[in-house]
């Protein structure tokens, strides 16, 4: 548990491999940039198909100077946007400033019951998945999304909605629907 994020910084290359542990931020504060439990200035890899990384805001923010930061998901549970700490918005998984989140696998929530504003969200949740502007990119190869279809338009920017009508799913990637949930194969 910790009371403050994991900060990757720029330059550094880091391997976590979950075995089924659980990295959790339990900040008290909705403060900005306080309640993510892994901010990436530099490069992040996460392996493991047991274990969790959950934050009060977000779980993974791609934060670097344009292009800097790179985080590979291959596997574990993401959750965040706990209600209370959204601040008018958060997402469980955010990318800002050119910087690059490859997802191959995993589970994706959002805790928040808070009314969402993003079009590709089951009304009443906040998004698991978002870019920050037009430059941040996402690109899903594997997962399952609760609550969120990542195929569908829907982050923030809308002009990066425009330029990008598979949503965050790369081409040849198919979403398999079922209630709730969204698993990209």
């Not at 906040?126 to 899903?140: H, K, Q, S």
Request: aromatic residues 8%; contains cysteine; negative net charge.
């Amino acid at each position: 548990e910790l009371t403050k994020p994991v900060v990757v910084n720029e330059g550094v290359n880091l391997v976590i491999n979950l075995n089924g542990k659980k990295i959790t931020n339990t900040v008290d504060s909705a403060e900005y940039g306080a309640g993510e439990a892994i901010i990436v200035y530099g490069n992040l890899t996460i392996n493991g198909d047991e274990g969790s990384v959950e934050g009060c805001t977000r779980a993974i923010w791609a934060r670097g100077a344009e292009n800097d930061a790179v985080v590979t998901i291959n596997g574990g549970t993401y959750k965040g946007c706990e209600e209370g700490f959204a601040e008018g918005g958060c997402s469980v998984i955010y990318a800002s400033s050119g910087n690059v989140i490859d997802i191959y696998g995993g589970t994706f929530e959002s805790l928040s019951a808070d009314k969402s504003s993003y079009a590709n969200t089951t009304e009443g949740v906040y998004a698991a998945l978002n870019v920050a502007d037009n430059n941040g990119m996402i690109n899903v190869y594997g997962g399952t999304f609760v609550k969120q279809n990542p195929a569908a338009p829907g982050t923030e920017p809308a002009a990066w909605n425009a330029a990008h009508t598979n949503g965050f799913v790369v081409d040849g990637k198919t979403v398999v629907t079922d209630g709730d949930w969204f698993v990209v194969e």
